[in-house]
C-alpha cells in the first residue's frame, strides 16, 4: 500500500524518508511543498532530485478529501462537506474576520458522546478521521482561500479551532500529529495560542495533551452541577465536575494562554436561569479553593428538532452574561455566523448523514451553492505554481 504524505508530520515523514534512503532535509523539503505551497504531485516539486521524484511517485501519494458540497455564506463564512466514504461525510468551516481567519474542522465522523444538543451526538459514532483527514480540511481550506480571495500566496487561515464534528480528545492518536503539522514552522506555523481543542472533558487525555502538544483549550461545559451535566454531557458520569476543573488546573500549567475556554451552550428553561449564573460563578472561582482561570463564551443554542430544546432568548442570555460579568468572570457571548448555510457550532452534521435529504435542505437555504470541487480540480495556489 502506498503513503498518503498527509497522514505524516515531519517527524514521521523523515522517519518515512529514511526508509526510502533519504536524507532529513529532504522530508522538510517535501513537507513544505506539501503543507506551504498545497503540492500535490511530485512532479511540481522542482527542487527535488528527478530520482527522488521517481521513487516517492511509485511509494507514495498526496490525497484530500473530495469535497461533496461547498456553501458561502451572505458574510463570508464558507463551510464544506467532505467525504470520508461509506456514506460519512465531515465538515469544516472557514470565519473570516477583521483581524484572523478562523477554520473549524472535525476530528471524527459522528460522536460517540452523545451530547443532547448536539446534532454530531445524535447521530451516534461512524469512525475516527486519521491525521491526513484531518489535515486534508485544513490543507484544502488554505490553499483553496488563497486562491479564492486572490492572496497572492498570503497566509489566510491563522486560526484553527477543533470544534467540528467530533471528540478530538477520544482520537487521540490522529489528533497529535496533525496538531504538530499545524504548528511546524515548515508546516502551518500557527501558534499554539491559536490552536484551539474543544473537549467535553475526557480528563486523562487533557492531561496528554498538556504533556504532548499544549494547545489552547476550551472544555465544554454547559452545565453547573453534575446532576444538570450528566443528563446534557454523558461523559460528565465518567468524569464529574470536580475532577475536570482539577484536569483544567493541571492543563493551566502547561497552556499557551493563563485561562481555560468554558463553553456554555445556552438552552432555554434547562441551564440558562440566574441560578445557573450563580451555581457557576460559585463553581470557577472557588473550586479546590483557588478556582480555575477561566473566560466564558455563551454560545447560543443552534436547534435541530430532534433535540427537543430550544435556543435561550436573548434577554435571558444576557441576564446569565450579566451575573458572571458583575462576578469579575470575562464572559463572552458568541456571534452567529454563517447561519443563513447552517455553518455553526453543532450544525456541523445537521446534513451530513442522510445524504438523501441534502438536496432538500440545500435547496431550502438561501446560500451560493458554489460547484461542488472534486480534490482533483485543485486550484491554481494549491499546484504550487
Ligand atoms: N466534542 C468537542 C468539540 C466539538 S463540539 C466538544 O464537545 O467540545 C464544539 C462545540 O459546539 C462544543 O462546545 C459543543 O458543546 C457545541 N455545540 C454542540 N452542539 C451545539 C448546538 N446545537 N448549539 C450550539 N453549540 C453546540
Ligand atoms: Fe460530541 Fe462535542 Fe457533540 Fe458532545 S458536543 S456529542 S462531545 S461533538
Known amino acids: ?35 506551504q505551497k498545497g503540492a500535490r504531485d511530485f512532479s511540481q516539486m522542482t527542487d527535488l ?87 486534508a480540511q485544513l490543507w484544502f481550506a488554505e490553499h483553496f482561500l488563497r486562491a479564492h480571495l486572490k492572496t497572492n500566496g498570503e497566509r489566510v487561515i491563522s486560526n ?26 515548515h508546516g502551518y506555523g500557527l501558534s499554539r495560542r491559536r490552536v484551539t481543542v474543544s473537549t467535553s472533558g475526557v480528563v486523562p487525555m487533557m492531561d496528554r495533551l498538556g504533556e504532548d502538544v499544549p494547545v489552547a483549550l476550551a472544555v465544554s461545559l454547559h452545565a453547573p452541577n453534575d446532576e444538570l451535566r450528566d443528563k446534557l454531557v454523558p461523559l460528565n458520569k465518567k468524569y464529574p ?17 493563563d485561562f481555560i475556554t468554558f463553553e456554555y451552550c445556552m438552552l432555554d428553561g434547562v441551564n440558562d436561569q440566574p441560578e445557573h449564573a450563580r451555581q457557576l ?36 442570555v444576557q441576564a446569565f452574561a450579566k451575573i458572571l460579568s458583575d462576578a469579575g468572570i470575562v464572559t463572552t457571548v458568541r456571534k452567529t455566523r454563517g447561519d443563513d448555510i447552517d455553518a455553526a457550532c453543532g450544525q456541523l452534521a445537521g446534513d451530513v ?24 480540480a485543485a486550484p491554481k495556489e494549491a499546484r504550487g505554481t
Open 353 to 376: 448523514k442522510d445524504r438523501t435529504r441534502v438536496g432538500t435542505r440545500i435547496a431550502q437555504q438561501r446560500t451560493v451553492m458554489l460547484k461542488p470541487l472534486p480534490v482533483e
Open 241 to 257: 465536575l470536580a475532577e475536570l476543573l482539577d484536569a483544567c488546573n493541571r492543563y493551566l500549567a502547561h497552556a499557551p494562554r
Open 49 to 135: 532530485a528527478k530520482s527522488l521524484r521517481d521513487k516517492l511517485q511509485g511509494a507514495a501519494h498526496i490525497t484530500g478529501l473530495p469535497v461533496l458540497t461547498q456553501h458561502e455564506s451572505a458574510d463570508g463564512t464558507i463551510k464544506w462537506l467532505f467525504d470520508v466514504g461509506n456514506g460519512d461525510a465531515v465538515e469544516a468551516v472557514f470565519i473570516p474576520e477583521d483581524d484572523r481567519g478562523t477554520l473549524c474542522i472535525s476530528s471524527q465522523a459522528g460522536c460517540a458522546v452523545g451530547c443532547r444538543f448536539c446534532s454530531t451526538g445524535h447521530q451516534g459514532f461512524s469512525r475516527n478521521l486519521t491525521t491526513g483527514e484531518i489535515l
Open 281 to 316: 460563578v460559585e463553581l470557577v472561582r472557588h473550586h479546590g479553593g483557588q478556582g480555575v482561570s477561566c473566560k466564558l463564551n455563551l454560545i447560543p443554542f443552534n436547534p435541530f428538532p430532534a433535540s427537543g430544546l430550544v435556543r435561550s432568548p436573548q434577554q435571558q
Open 1 to 35: 500500500m502506498t503513503a498518503n504524505l498527509l497522514d505524516f508530520d515531519l517527524e514521521g515523514l523523515a522517519a518515512y524518508c529514511a526508509s526510502l534512503g533519504e536524507k532529513r532535509f529532504r522530508a522538510t523539503q517535501l513537507f513544505r511543498w506539501i503543507h
Open 160 to 185: 484553527v479551532v477543533m470544534m467540528g464534528m467530533g471528540e478530538p480528545l477520544q482520537n487521540y492518536s490522529a489528533l497529535v500529529p496533525a496538531l504538530r503539522v499545524m504548528l511546524d514552522d
